[in-house]
T-cell receptor, first 112, second 114 residues
Framework: GESVGLHLPTLSVQEGDNSIINCAYSNSASDYFIWYKQESGKGPQFIIDIRSNMDKRQGQRVTVLLNKTVKHLSLQIAATQPGDSAVYFCAENIGGYQKVTFGTGTKLQVIP | DTAVSQTPKYLVTQMGNDKSIKCEQNLGHDTMYWYKQDSKKFLKIMFSYNNKELIINETVPNRFSPKSPDKAHLNLHINSLELGDSAVYFC?????????????FGPGTRLTVL
């Protein structure tokens, strides 16, 4: 359902520090996970993905960690920059099926 | 070239009116989606079409009717608009393959119902 009554979690980070954004996913059958970044006034944009047969995947300045035991996903951003300020969503998918379920999102504020 | 485009970007209308939002993707993807994002930024899938065929319909009121004339287009028509329909609507497309489903989103349509 809708997130009525829920506020958008906010993470404030100093420029240059590392950021860690956490996400708990709901379906133990999910086998594909994606992180999206949504800047103000824009649509979500793909950052990085990971399949359930991996527990870590690295991209440029970003790392995704997956812990299937506790159904937890995290996004680490190294040397956070002002351009990283956005809302970040984790999303889960059961492979071969079109439906992707999004988490509630975390707002990242980078303090210059 | 914009990969997924939506029109209009802003839509302000009165309660009870009927309106449409258009979406086009030039990525050659087979699957297209409509999402609704509320004021708390919660992103919820509404519909999905695969090769012009409806495959996901997430208990959306039947005032909302998607139409896919071809696999590059997915339009959303809304009848008898209500205050609670005010939100940002995002179109997306993807090519599901080998269990990967990276979705590409349009810029969104901000609908305000007065």
């Amino acid at each position: 359902g809708e997130s009525v009554g829920l506020h958008l979690p906010t993470l404030s980070v100093q420029e240059g520090d590392n950021s860690i954004i956490n996400c708990a996913y709901s379906n133990s059958a999910s086998d594909y996970f994606i992180w999206y970044k949504q800047e103000s006034g824009k649509g979500p944009q793909f950052i990085i993905d990971i399949r359930s047969n991996m527990d870590k995947r690295q991209g440029q300045r970003v790392t995704v960690l997956l812990n299937k035991t506790v159904k937890h996903l995290s996004l680490q951003i190294a040397a956070t920059q002002p351009g990283d300020s956005a809302v970040y969503f984790c999303a889960e998918n059961i492979g071969g099926y079109q439906k992707v379920t999004f988490g509630t999102g975390t707002k990242l504020q980078v303090i210059p | 070239d914009t990969a997924v485009s939506q029109t209009p970007k802003y839509l302000v209308t009165q309660m009870g009116n009927d309106k449409s939002i258009k979406c086009e993707q030039n990525l050659g993807h087979d699957t297209m989606y409509w999402y609704k994002q509320d004021s708390k930024k919660f992103l919820k899938i509404m519909f999905s079409y695969n090769n012009k065929e409806l495959i996901i319909n997430e208990t959306v009121p039947n005032r909302f009717s998607p139409k896919s004339p071809d696999k590059a287009h997915l339009n959303l028509h809304i009848n008898s608009l209500e205050l609670g329909d005010s939100a940002v609507y995002f179109c997306a497309s993807s090519q599901v393959r080998n269990s990967y489903n990276e979705q590409f989103f349009g810029p969104g349509t901000r609908l305000t119902v007065l």
